[in-house]
């Protein structure tokens, strides 16, 4: 089976945190990986490991702004923000869908919406954006 097409359940839900003498230890045993079926998925404890928009194609960040907005050379489907800013959230518009990222951040995710190439800023100074695919 190819790697991008493989479907794994991992016992992250299992695992707990807890707070002993001001440290942080973990409670469970190790992650490990099993087959998984359509119950795993109904219950949200499956994990599709893909390739898709996992290779920086184009940066942009704020010395690339005109007015509140950067223009990539193709439309967005897949984005990685890093709000460098430490004293301000950041909105990310993208495709009509806004993303709030909080100071010192970043955010990787795939993106809905009407596909566009222009992303409107507001609330952060410093930030770095990177169209994958």
Do not use: C, W
Request: net charge negative.
């Amino acid at each position: 089976m190819a790697y991008e097409d493989r479907i794994v359940k991992d016992n992250m839900h299992k695992r707990l945190v807890g707070r002993e003498q001001g440290t942080m230890n973990e409670i469970s045993e190790p992650l490990t990986f099993v087959a998984i079926d359509d119950n795993d998925l109904d219950q949200g404890y499956a994990l599709m490991v893909g390739s898709q928009g996992s290779k920086v194609a184009e940066i942009l960040d704020e010395t690339d702004l005109a007015g509140s907005d950067v223009v990539f050379s193709e439309p967005v489907n897949f984005i990685r923000i890093f709000n460098f800013d430490t004293d301000n959230f950041g909105l990310f518009t993208i495709n009509g869908l806004v993303f709030k990222v909080a100071p010192g951040f970043g955010l990787e995710t795939g993106v809905g919406g009407t596909p566009s190439a222009t992303v409107s800023v507001s609330g952060s100074t410093e930030f770095v954006l990177h169209r994958l695919v």
